[in-house]
Nanobody, 123 residues
């Protein structure tokens, strides 16, 4: 399973960014998917998890109301729309998937990981 994350960049506080994570070489519909992030010097932390159908989504408290996760199984892609970005959102963002886990907030529950995309929010 190969996951490819993209869409990161440098933005000012208050701006928006949209991340994408595409699976290549197979279908994404059988994977429970998650978004995580890791800031310099910190542990990887949970951002959002989305069920296989996309009907159930969990968010970490720091991003609730600002980030929206979604998926388009026909396009083999999951998304993370990030609005009202803050400097503390600066991190490398990773997508993760697993054929067994669903709606998990613990990184070790995911077998497959994208390479990460850097999001930098300036104040």
């Amino acid at each position: 399973v190969q996951l490819q994350a993209s869409g990161g960049g440098l933005v000012q506080a208050g701006a928006s960014l949209s991340l994408s994570c595409a699976r290549t070489g197979g279908t994404i519909r059988m994977l429970g998917m998650g978004w995580f992030r890791q800031a310099p010097g910190k542990e990887r932390e949970f951002v959002a998890a989305i069920s296989r159908s996309g009907e159930i989504i969990y968010y970490a408290d720091p991003v609730k109301g600002r980030f929206t996760a979604s998926r388009d199984n026909a396009k083999n892609t999951v998304y993370l729309q990030m609005n009202s970005l803050k400097p503390e959102d600066t991190a490398i963002y990773y997508c993760a998937g697993d054929s067994q886990a669903s709606l998990r907030s613990i990184p070790t529950r995911y077998a497959y990981w994208g390479q990460g995309t850097l999001v930098t929010v300036s104040s």
